[in-house]
């Protein structure tokens, strides 16, 4: 019976607003990684199905209809970079050096630490747009034969480290430039990461919303480059 | 009804992106396409900022709530991450550390080269100082 009403749409979709709901109650009164509503809501979910022996798929019945508006949603970036245009006009070498310099690396040091831990080809395409805003980072990783929801759970914990190590980061190397501070979090720790730029200052919060989508099309342009390697090396 | 229009264009994009992701050779999600076809029609005027802005804003504002079903999507793959969680930790630990820190030094470096440069030409010794040399 408990199978048969989880299969009803309406389940997936008021369990997980409800816990996202409760998250985001819980972290404003202790604003710890733990309660980030995301991560509150995927952990509890499962929490949840698995008590309760839910499959993923009565479950997804209704969290399709979730799922189906990051498409539109990440066509809606497109108005974030459309407004913060005028900021990388006035600095446009040094954040387009720094973000594709940036995504390089993460490339060569996915491909390397893969090889150390013997991942296999399926691995190394999950973790490839680890650094990206989530909804870009699932097309890569589904285009590249990665594995769709370990990519969500990745990219979701880089967001949350992100948000959390880099103020301390900039501390200790001395980063001040609010410019330099909004890129660094934006093309490391996407959407979560922005939300601490937010925080720090307007001009960083601009730039790393601007750095979200610069990453994500980076990662895309670098795609069959990433492709390549793994093809070649696993 | 403002509201319908808007989410109106919204879809519209991204079944655009979908279809060019489809037709195209290579692997470009749908979605990154329809937000560069959207880019452009607001760049170029084709569409106004205002037939989009509410909508939009709206749903990129409250973007984390829509990953919950893939991030439960976990929950099948438990077989993998049972065998190899450590080693996502350390990779995911050390790439983002590392993206963070190099990207924050190297487009600070570059600001502060290209502004010791202006600044040198126009015989100032304002932007010498470092902090802040923007605005």
Redesign the interface.
Known sequence: MIEQLASNPFF?IVL??S??LTGQKLHKRWPIPLFT??VF??IM??VI??AFGIS?ES??NG??Y??M??????????????KN?AHLK??V???L???G??VI??TV??VL??LL?Q?NEE?AAT?FP??V????A???S???GG????T???V???GV??AV??PT??NW?N???????G???G???H???TTKAIEMGD?QGAMSGLSI?LT??AV?IL??LG?MLIQLFF | MKIIKQ?FW??T??FA??VLSYLSP???????L??????LA??FNWIK?EQ??E???W??NN???????????????FG??GT?WW??L???????????????????A???K?HKQSAQTAKSTLAWK??????
Do not use: C
């Open positions: 997936g997980s607003v816990l996202y509503p995301l809501a995927i979910t499962i199905l698995l993923y479950y997804f969290g399709q979730i799922n508006w990051i498409t539109p949603a990440t066509v809606a970036l497109a108005i974030k970079l459309k245009i006035k600095n070498t040094a954040i050096s720094g973000i310099i940036g690396f993460h040091i996915i630490l893969s831990f991942f691995l973790l680890k650094s805003t989530t909804a870009i699932l097309g890569v589904e285009s590249l594995i769709a929801s370990l969500v759970a990745v979701v914990f880089t480290l992100g190590i880099g980061l900039f190397l980063v001040t430039d609010p410019v330099a501070q890129v660094a979090m093309s490391g720790s959407a979560m990461g001009v989508v994500g099309i895309v795609a069959p492709l | 989410l919204l879809f994009f991204s992106g979908e290579v692997a470009v999600p749908g979605s990154v329809g937000m560069v076809l959207m880019f607001l760049q900022m989009v802005e909508a939009g804003e749903l990129t973007m984390a709530i829509l990953f919950i079903p893939a991030g439960v999507g976990l929950m099948t793959n993998i991450i190899v080693q996502l350390i990779v995911v630990f050390l790439s983002t550390t590392l993206m963070i820190a190099l990207v924050g030094v190297t487009v600070q570059i600001i502060r290209s470092g902090e802040r040399v923007i605005d």
